[in-house]
């Protein structure tokens, strides 16, 4: 009933005259199921919903006065019954008592009499009271149903309410709406949708099929409603054509030739529009049309033209699949489950997710079978497979550049996007390897014609530590390595430490009254130096010689060393126990001539060491202004154009202090996922990999954390509404005192962060980028002016 009618309100119309005309009380039935399908239809559409609303009540109405006509010539009923709860409306008041013939029951519409008088004696009066009463409560409801109609209108279209019990109100609004969304990781709703919080910090993040998951964060506060806007951008489309051909041209649109690698072709963000895409081998050709539309997954349009060749086009998007043939029709499996018959009409698939999903399609000796990974951004796939005497084998490493052996010989091709496809038939043996992984088992397989092979090889990373272990040491004994203290030797002679740093290193291990132990050892990734016996225990030191000191200035720092040993120690306080010996003290203040004595302790003397120093003259140079050659490793920079490009590598330090100002232009070239997005890192105040100041930056952020111990503490979070640019100029200046960062908007300088703390030298250790990973980044202008 009005299925075509283009304007909901013209049906409306259509269905409010005809309730009047209705004698049967059944056919009112189907106009209230229409008035609630059209009232679905049209949520937010005031003027729809106001006028269902009325119609809906004038239906009641008349439902009413169809079961009153019909009870009154019943002597033994008295009342009529209650109406059938298909057409009474959610929360309507219980009906008026019945109303004799030819009373009026509704002021728009009259009562017809009926077509025959009744024998029963007249109704008395109509209680005038009884009446007001019905008529204010039925006035009630209706100005309750509009102030609720108008409260939903104030609200944005499809927002769902969840309202959990106090908390305060947070709506969160996606574009487009329909996002699953997630908070701190756990699923709350779909968006839009209104919920109320606890007070505090929250991620908020959204996802939709076909689009790039969006965050934000937000704070909570008592007594302000807060919200969160979320831009969902549409993700990147691809198209991937696999062939088992060994060489052969691929023409996409109007573009020139490009040749098959391996039998395979892929292209990254394919532009929405209509396209076409021709394969030419030496044995045969195939071509197709499709178009690309965002956040929906690609069409195969017109037909899939080839000559002796099989294809199969797979087009998905998150948990949805079409499969396209060139023939048909053809029996087709998913993961071992019957799905009908393919051709080139199409075919849904059924249970399709996102991961490694085998295909089979034909019967017989024309059976071809597809083994691929598929993931949820949208995708289309081409299967072209000939009828040659060969097969696929997908060696799956889930790393790139991955050395791959088949039979013991090096394949000449690295797996690239996490894996590698071998034309090949028959038995092979398979082994994988890469610098800083576990070596994994060899697996075999047997590719047969026509078929795909899928090997997978979970490769582990290598330890990047070392680990030193006392057993029977002197209990209470500092332990330092490379002159850092790494804790104590325990009450049961025993000490632990397993984060040491790969390379040789200096052991010492010191206490009060006993002689100190030096020790160099070699330490390797993933192995333990252990220490025992003589090169654990401390021996008892001889009776000590006291040196007091008296410095002018008061403020200079004296140190020691023994005279035959390099290693200076420096005085806390104004005097210092020493064994006996020679011993070399050197006094040091700024502005004032250093000065170092010579002098001999003896056991249980004291002596007292006198330091005037005297005034220098400063001599002023100017610093040394640095760039790109002054990195720790200069040539593990790229030149690309005008960008030096760095690929992964963890920290990359910069050799000269961090005491100055860096100015340097930054782009992301490479990196992040579907679940992590991308960001550019750099550190300072780098002392070790577990205590540094880092900084991270993406197209809409500016993050500034401080990693302590080896726990990463978020210090603040700037939004600089740059997203539309690729690359982003940083002006950094580090002094003892602070941290500042500008970033360049145009002509303009932006402060970003600026950190000062007590007691903090903020430039101490080193600068540099972190490049985690496979990320890749490219740096232009880059300038150090020392301070």
Same mark, same amino acid.
């Given at each position: 009933m009005g299925a075509d009618n283009p304007n909901p309100l013209d049906e409306l119309k259509s269905l409010d005259e005809q309730i009047d005309s209705i004698a049967n009380l059944a056919d009112l039935k189907p106009i209230f199921f229409r008035l609630d399908e059209i009232g679905k239809q049209y949520p937010g559409d005031f003027d729809v919903q106001l006028a269902a609303a009325d119609i809906k009540q004038h239906l009641v109405n008349r439902g009413k006065q169809l079961k009153s006509a019909a009870s009154v010539p019943e002597a033994s009923a008295s009342a009529p019954p209650p109406l059938s709860p298909d057409l009474e409306p959610p929360g309507a008041p219980a009906p008026p008592p019945p109303l004799p013939q030819?009373?009026?029951?509704?002021?728009?519409?009259?009562?017809?009499?009926?077509?025959?008088?009744?024998?029963?004696?007249?109704?008395?009066?109509?209680?005038?009271?009884?009446?007001?009463?019905?008529?204010?409560?039925?006035?009630?409801?209706?100005?309750?149903?509009?102030?609720?109609?108008?409260?939903?209108?104030?609200?944005?279209?499809?927002?769902?309410?969840?309202?959990?019990?106090?908390?305060?109100?947070?709506?969160?609004?996606?574009?487009?709406?329909?996002?699953?969304?997630?908070?701190?990781?756990?699923?709350?709703?779909?968006?839009?949708?209104?919920?109320?919080?606890?007070?505090?910090?929250?991620?908020?993040?959204?996802?939709?099929?076909?689009?790039?998951?969006?965050?934000?964060?937000?704070?909570?506060?008592?007594?302000?409603?807060?919200?969160?806007?979320?831009?969902?951008?549409?993700?990147?489309?691809?198209?991937?054509?696999?062939?088992?051909?060994?060489?052969?041209?691929?023409?996409?649109?109007?573009?020139?030739?490009?040749?098959?690698?391996?039998?395979? *072709?892929?292209?990254?963000?394919?532009?929405?529009?209509?396209h076409t895409v021709k394969v030419t081998g030496k044995t045969g050709d195939a071509s197709f049309s499709f178009e690309i539309a965002n956040a929906k997954a690609p069409a195969v349009t017109g037909t899939v033209t080839t000559h002796n060749l099989v294809a199969v086009l797979v087009s998905s998007l998150g948990n949805q699949a079409r499969v396209v043939t060139n023939s048909g029709p053809t029996k087709l499996a998913l993961n071992g489950q019957p799905q009908g018959d393919a051709g080139p009409a199409g075919l849904d698939l059924k249970n399709f997710l996102p991961g490694v999903d085998e295909i089979v399609v034909g019967e017989g000796k024309d059976q071809r079978n597809m083994k691929e990974s598929f993931g949820p951004a949208p995708t289309l796939t081409a299967f072209l497979k000939s009828d040659l005497n060969i097969g696929t084998l997908i060696v799956s490493t889930g790393e790139d550049d991955v050395r791959v052996f088949l039979n013991d010989k090096e394949y000449p091709r690295k797996t690239k996007r996490g894996q590698l496809r071998v034309r090949t038939i028959g038995n092979v043996a398979v082994r994988v390897a890469k610098d800083g992984f576990q070596t994994e088992p060899a697996q075999t397989a047997e590719v047969k014609k026509g078929s795909e092979v899928r090997l997978e090889f979970k490769l582990k990373a290598l330890p990047q530590v070392a680990g030193l272990q006392i057993r029977g040491g002197t209990p209470g004994a500092e332990v330092l390595i490379d002159n850092k203290s790494v804790g104590a030797v325990a009450g049961d002679g025993n000490f632990n430490y397993n984060t040491v740093e790969p390379g040789d290193r200096a052991i010492e291990i010191r206490r009060e009254q006993y002689t100190p132990k030096k020790l160099q050892r070699t330490f390797r990734a993933g192995q333990t130096v252990v220490l025992s016996g003589g090169d654990a225990i401390l021996a008892a030191a001889v009776v000590n010689g006291t040196i007091r000191l008296a410095r002018a200035p008061a403020e200079a720092s004296v140190s020691y060393r023994r005279a035959d040993e390099n290693q200076a120690h420096e005085v806390r306080?104004?005097?210092?126990?020493?064994?006996?010996?020679n011993y070399? *003290?050197?006094?040091?203040?700024?502005? *004032?001539?250093?000065?170092?004595?010579?002098?001999?302790?003896?056991?249980?003397?004291?002596?007292?060491?006198? *330091?005037?120093?005297?005034?220098?003259?400063?001599?002023?140079?100017?610093?040394?202004?640095?760039?790109?050659?002054?990195?720790?490793?200069?040539?593990?920079?790229?030149?690309?154009?005008?960008?030096?490009?760095?690929?992964?590598?963890?920290?990359?330090?910069?050799?000269?202090?961090?005491?100055?100002?860096?100015?340097?232009?930054?782009?992301?070239?490479?990196?992040?996922?579907?679940?992590?997005?991308?960001?550019?890192?750099?550190?300072?105040?780098?002392?070790?990999?577990?205590?540094?100041?880092?900084?991270?930056?993406?197209?809409?952020n500016f993050w500034a954390k401080v990693v302590e111990k080896g726990e990463t503490f978020e210090r603040g979070r700037t939004q600089h509404d740059l997203e539309k640019q690729k690359s982003f100029t940083i002006q950094l200046e580090v002094t003892p005192q602070h941290i500042v960062h500008k970033l360049l908007n145009g002509d303009q300088w932006i402060v970003l962060d600026t950190w000062a703390e007590p007691g903090r030298n903020f430039s101490e250790g080193k600068f540099g980028f972190l490049i985690r990973g496979n990320d890749e980044i490219g740096i232009s202008d880059f300038k150090f002016q020392p301070k």
């Open positions: 030819g009373a009026p029951t509704t002021p728009r519409t009259p009562v017809r009499p009926p077509s025959q008088p009744s024998s029963q004696p007249a109704w008395p009066p109509l209680n005038w009271k009884r009446a007001l009463w019905v008529g204010a409560l039925a006035g009630a409801g209706i100005a309750i149903i509009a102030i609720v109609l108008l409260v939903n209108l104030a609200r944005k279209r499809n927002v769902v309410d969840i309202t959990l019990s106090g908390g305060v109100p947070v709506e969160i609004v996606s574009v487009p709406p329909g996002a699953a969304v997630r908070i701190n990781g756990e699923q709350k709703c779909t968006s839009n949708c209104n919920l109320r919080m606890a007070p505090g910090n929250y991620q908020v993040t959204a996802f939709l099929d076909g689009y790039e998951p969006a965050a934000s964060g937000v704070t909570v506060a008592t007594g302000q409603p807060a919200s969160v806007n979320l831009t969902l951008e549409p993700q990147a489309q691809s198209v991937r054509i696999l062939t088992d051909l060994d060489q052969g041209k691929v023409v996409f649109d109007d573009g020139p030739p490009a040749d098959l690698q391996e039998g395979q *072709f892929i292209l990254d963000k394919v532009p929405p529009g209509a306080g104004n005097q210092v126990e020493l064994p006996a010996g070399i *003290f050197t006094a040091r203040a700024p502005g *004032f001539a250093d000065r170092s004595e010579r002098v001999q302790v003896a056991g249980g003397e004291t002596r007292t060491l006198e *330091f005037a120093l005297a005034r220098e003259r400063p001599v002023v140079t100017a610093p040394k202004a640095g760039g790109i050659d002054d990195f720790e490793d200069p040539g593990a920079w790229k030149k690309d154009g005008d960008l030096f490009v760095h690929k992964g590598g963890g920290f990359v330090p910069y050799k000269l202090p961090a005491n100055g100002v860096f100015t340097f232009t930054v782009e992301l070239l490479k990196g992040g996922s579907v679940f992590r997005g991308g960001r550019i890192r750099w550190c300072v105040n780098y002392t070790d990999s577990k205590n540094y100041a880092l900084y991270e930056l993406d197209r809409k």
